[in-house]
């Protein structure tokens, strides 16, 4: 890595059409999910009842609703989540941001990564990504996920040797 590098940072490059389609289709599968058994009863009743159907439509309408607000509002907010995801080393600390309505910065400090998984579920390598799982000393849940970067085993190598540059410096600092 240059010295230029190590002082302006290095940000990660992301296939944002794919992560946000990938979140496109786990906001349908979280939707869906509930939405189904939620909507039998109501069928049920529309179907089966032998007075008025009207009253019956009226149990629909909530999930008509939710179902053409989630395809408007959907769309938008998975482009939106995918574009706004940041991913930067910056000497000894890697920043990760991102969010829509609720926005988060978080810095990890290198010294602190035990760990980076590369996970492909069935979801990630349908729209060829990956997800980067970041885990640190000291906690029992991963500290960050990094969807969709651009040649997640580079990046991890990369990390992982700036993290033993972090690691040597402080050793060479301790050594009188």
């Known amino acids: ?40 009863p109501c069928l049920v009743a529309l179907f089966a009842s032998n007075g008025p159907r009207f009253p019956a439509f009226l149990l629909l309408l909530p999930f008509i609703a939710a179902f053409v607000h989630y395809h408007v509002a959907g769309r938008w907010i998975c482009s939106r989540q995918a574009r706004n995801l940041r991913y930067r080393l910056e000497g000894s600390v890697l920043c990760v941001s991102g969010g829509v309505f609720f926005l988060f910065r ?20 349908l729209f060829g990504i990956w997800a980067m799982r970041i885990q640190t000393a000291g906690s029992a849940q991963c500290e960050a996920t990094l969807y969709g970067v651009c040649e997640p085993e580079k990046i991890r190598t990369v990390i992982l040797s700036q993290r033993q540059g972090v690691y040597a410096k402080g050793d060479e600092v301790v050594k009188p």
């Not at 940000?11 to 999910?33: C, K, P, T």
């Open 106 to 125: 978080k810095s990890i400090p290198l010294e602190r990564i035990t760990d980076i998984a590369l996970v492909q579920g069935p979801l990630l390598r």
């Open 1 to 40: 890595m240059s010295e230029f590098m190590k002082e302006q940072g290095m940000e990660f490059e992301i296939n944002r059409d794919a992560v946000g389609r990938y979140f496109r289709v786990l906001q349908s599968l979280f939707f869906l999910g509930p939405a189904v058994p939620l909507s039998l």
